[in-house]
Nanobody, 123 residues
Framework: QVQLVESGGGLVQAGGSLRLSCVAS????????MGWFRQVPGKERELVAT????????YYADSVKGRFTISRDDSKNTVYLQMSSLKPEDTAVYYC????????????????WGQGTQVTVSS
């Protein structure tokens, strides 16, 4: 399994932007499907975006479609989440996840996880 470390979270005003990064260990990163989740205490974990290996396909939750962009740079073992037009409801801890199986919620949930990075959007 890969080890994942997220960064890039912080405090931003509504309408602002942030870019999250997730760096993976190991030499097989390109073979992993990657995803970003977010979670607010007391609420269900939400799958925000996914990207397949070789960036062949992406998925976005309706709540972020048109505002967030997921991408990966396999030469840097890194997956990104560019977040724009941020809203207070985007406030959450954001986690990246990796799976050797697929980009589905179940596969990513059972894969490798980072420690999370806090994103806070003020109104």
């Amino acid at each position: 399994q890969v080890q994942l470390v997220e960064s890039g979270g912080g405090l931003v005003q509504a309408g602002g932007s942030l870019r999250l990064s997730c760096v993976a260990s190991g030499r097989t990163f390109s073979t992993y499907a990657m995803g970003w989740f977010r979670q607010v205490p007391g609420k269900e974990r939400e799958l925000v975006a996914t990207i397949s290996w070789r960036s062949a396909s992406t998925y976005y939750a309706d709540s972020v479609k048109g505002r967030f962009t997921i991408s990966r740079d396999d030469s840097k073992n890194t997956v990104y989440l560019q977040m724009s037009s941020l809203k207070p409801e985007d406030t959450a801890v954001y986690y990246c996840a990796a799976s050797r199986i697929s980009t589905t919620y179940a596969a990513l949930t059972s894969g490798s996880w980072g420690q999370g990075t806090q994103v806070t959007v003020s109104s």
